[in-house]
């Protein structure tokens, strides 16, 4: 099993450090996230912005827009904060925040009931993002 500190990757602890300006609200941030994560998420975008700035000449200006929510400029962080990241003190220190954070995540612990009468197939899932792909496909004659 690997080590949890040394799998998130410089654009994950990039969208941490950006998560309260991709989400559409303080309310929705707090439904995910717990009041501690989300102070140490002004922490980490902190160290990352004294880090970045005055190294890079593209810090500046993604920093900037990551700060409106622009997902291409958190992606540009990541990346610069992927070279940061080849200093390895200031590796696990960015990291370690990161896990604090991740940690600070809320459970979904809802349930879920279905109920499937006459050999019906029903499918749940709790998705948090992404694209999820549901079902079968059932293809009846040939096709033409």
């Known amino acids: 099993m690997t080590d949890p500190?040394?799998?998130l990757t410089?654009?994950?602890?990039?969208s941490l450090a950006f998560q309260k300006f991709l989400e559409s609200g303080a309310s929705e941030l707090a439904k995910k996230f717990s009041t501690e994560?989300?102070?140490?998420?002004?922490?980490?975008?902190?160290?990352?912005?004294?880090r970045l700035t005055g190294k890079h000449e593209l810090a500046p200006d993604a920093l900037q827009k990551a700060e409106t929510g622009?997902?291409?400029?958190?992606?540009?962080?990541?990346t610069?904060?992927?070279v940061e990241m080849l200093d390895p003190a200031f590796a696990a220190e960015v990291r370690a925040i990161a896990q604090e954070i991740h940690a600070g995540k809320l459970q979904d612990n809802s349930n879920m009931t279905q109920n499937n009468y006459?050999?019906?197939?029903?499918?749940q899932i709790k998705a948090e993002g992404g694209t999820?792909?549901?079902?079968t496909n059932h293809i009846h004659g040939k096709p033409e």
């Open 132 to 135: 999820n792909f549901i079902g």
């Open 70 to 78: 622009d997902k291409d400029a958190i992606d540009t962080v990541g």
């Open 37 to 50: 994560a989300i102070a140490k998420m002004d922490e980490l975008r902190q160290k990352i912005w004294e």
């Open 80 to 82: 610069l904060l992927g």
């Open 10 to 14: 410089a654009s994950a602890i990039a």
């Open 118 to 123: 006459d050999q019906a197939t029903g499918y």
């Open 5 to 7: 500190l040394t799998t």
